[in-house]
DNA sequence: CTGAAAGCGCTTACAG
DNA sequence: CTGAAAGCGCTTACAG
């Protein structure tokens, strides 16, 4: 039934007696040699087409795009990539973030390649392992990948970039700060949305605060939690080191860390944590004492998944677009000109925004 | 610095004069044609020993092993897709379910794929539109799917599993009864589990029992809810019409539902959530109601998923072992098995257990 | 057990 | 603006 769409389509007025008789058969089997034999032109001129070489007389292209269309033809994606010596993969390699963190990634790299006849091809690993690097190289070398996108941990990872650069892998880093040439980088602008946080708790009368950082290596934790104390900070509140827990991005870090700053004296009446994982955390910790939120105690998270509006109450977060940085993250290595012109000079880059929501209100006292 | 590593491998003994004088240039970019020279055989024998043929001489599979080993010569995966006539990618099609559950089943699905050569490509897609399958069917073509990984609520879907099968791309689905031939199917006993969790409830005590299903339309709905209710049932107890709630697999959903059934007289004591999204969305209702869990009413949900653990006080639910799942899926569709063996009769088949937390108690009266 | 020829569906030089 | 030849790195028949 789909070759009657077709045929309808090209019952033309008795024009191009030339094209196909009755070769209109199976719909995406049609070959180049298919295309060059009906349309009467090279496979070189078809080729010339499927790669909008410009090199081809408008008449010449229409003709054989038509063609193209009424058999449903696509070139063999195979096919291209032996002869381009690459193929028409996107790779994503990450280390371990959410869950949520992950999906919404690949619905944005997923949203810049629709129609683009690229695929994504996920490839978790664990930066933790030495040979990492390795495993990362061989599978960006054996499909031959079109490029790499890479998220924290791993985009922050200079010896991999370094790998990736040495065997001709196009990448893209999103990262907390610009740590390569603007054409490879996605910045989001930590620094300044953990700010943000700081001006918000102060403006509600807080000056009590507590914050719980990511891990250490982790560049976002710098800054994400740098750019809170220097909020703070501008706004004259020196937030001592005794009202500041390393947690690790993880629930439980966020119920241990919630657990030591409320245990503190004075006890803080608003939380800072790194991501929405960790203050979700802090409402268990502040429930089981039976404190009340925000009524006792403001939270404020980081990364506005969708965990920050399931809890009660709804958590005050900042909203990190995180499919946004992968959509321009795949539209980046998508673009034809991978070379570094000068004019980009800086890197693309995002803010995140504070979205208040009821887990935060002006202290008790 | 990397050249380094490599180099001091191959600075061997003098041994190995018949191989590579010095051939060994690039790692990963040896061909057949290089190792069958080097080794003195043709092409095609080379290609026997990378497809294991037992057409070998034991010596001379040998001899290219060796040789292919200290080459680092991995096949093209590009060129033995154009010649086998399909690639060696494995798609993994889904329709929107929790963040948490895609990425188990990727991650199960990835361990199977571990260092077999095939990849994993993702393919979310919204079968609420009636041209999904049209955009399955051109991914599986397109790219020549060795198979793909369908699972809820794609998998239930009888048109796509005949448009995969019409144009022979072979498929695991992924469901809560058997639809499919059993070389076809990994069963999720989820009526099984329902019921478990009906047990389990009815010998707390409980006798004024809520149920939040998913929505109709997806089968795991009727295998969970139907399993649960009859559980009951055989333990002599009917669940009024009343206290049903049709849900939607959201945390919005669990908050209505519970909304609704909170309100109810006699008020239940207990409520089973289809799974743990709306089992939080029930902490919420009872807690704007001031109800304590489990003091006030013991909830069960389903999945197993982080959340549960997250949840103060911790979810009693059912575990549901999706990355295993994803893992049985992937390691059939690489058997090299593909035939309908009468022998495998029954299909692969996984019961959920319960997994008893906090949330759930004798009820007070 | 082994190999020479042809082909998978495209593209790259090289000519015109 | 267009094309004939050779090649990308493998495999399938077909012989032996």
Excluded at 24 to 49: C, E, F, M, Q, Y
Excluded at 58 to 63: G, I, L, N
């Amino acid at each position: 039934m789909t070759a009657s769409t077709p045929r309808s389509r090209h019952s033309r007025t008795a024009a191009t007696p030339t094209t196909a008789p009755e070769d209109v058969v199976l719909p995406g089997k049609a070959t180049i040699n298919d295309i060059a034999r009906l349309t009467g032109v090279s496979k070189k001129t078809v080729s010339r087409v499927i790669n909008n070489s410009p090199l081809v007389h408008p008449e010449t292209r229409e003709k054989v795009l038509a063609l193209m269309k009424q058999l449903g033809y696509v070139p063999d994606p195979q096919a291209r990539g032996l002869a381009f010596r690459r193929s028409f993969l996107i790779g994503l390699v990450y280390d371990n973030p959410t869950a949520q963190f992950i999906v919404n990634m690949q619905y944005g790299a997923l949203d810049a390649l629709r129609d683009s006849g690229y695929e994504l091809v996920v490839h978790p690993c664990d930066s933790s392992k030495d040979d990492y690097i390795d495993g990362v190289r061989r599978f960006a070398q054996q499909q031959k990948l079109h490029g790499v996108i890479l998220i924290p941990r791993v985009s922050e990872d200079e010896q991999l970039a370094t790998a990736l650069r040495e065997i001709g892998v196009r990448y893209v880093r999103i990262a907390s700060i610009p740590l390569d040439e603007a054409a490879s980088m996605v910045v989001t602008h930590d620094r300044q949305a953990g700010s943000e946080a700081a001006n918000y708790l102060e403006s509600l009368g807080h000056r009590n605060i507590g914050l719980i950082t990511g891990p250490r290596r982790y560049r976002s934790t710098i800054e994400r939690g740098g750019g809170f104390l220097s909020g703070l900070d501008a706004r004259g509140i020196e937030l001592s080191p005794d009202y500041i827990y390393e947690g690790g991005y993880t629930f439980d870090s966020g119920v241990a860390g919630a657990e030591y700053l409320l245990a503190k004296s004075p006890r803080p009446t608003a939380i800072f944590a790194c991501n929405d994982e960790m203050a979700a955390g802090v409402y268990k910790a502040a429930m089981r004492r039976g404190l009340s939120i925000p009524g006792d105690l403001s939270v404020v998270g980081y990364d506005d998944s969708p965990l920050a509006s399931q809890l009660w109450p709804a958590l005050t977060t900042i909203h990190s677009p995180i499919r946004d940085l992968g959509h321009m993250a795949a539209q980046m290595l998508l673009s034809d000109d991978p070379s570094p012109t000068g004019a980009v000079a800086s890197p693309r880059t995002v803010t995140p925004r504070l979205v208040v929501r009821d887990s935060s209100q002006r202290p008790k006292g």
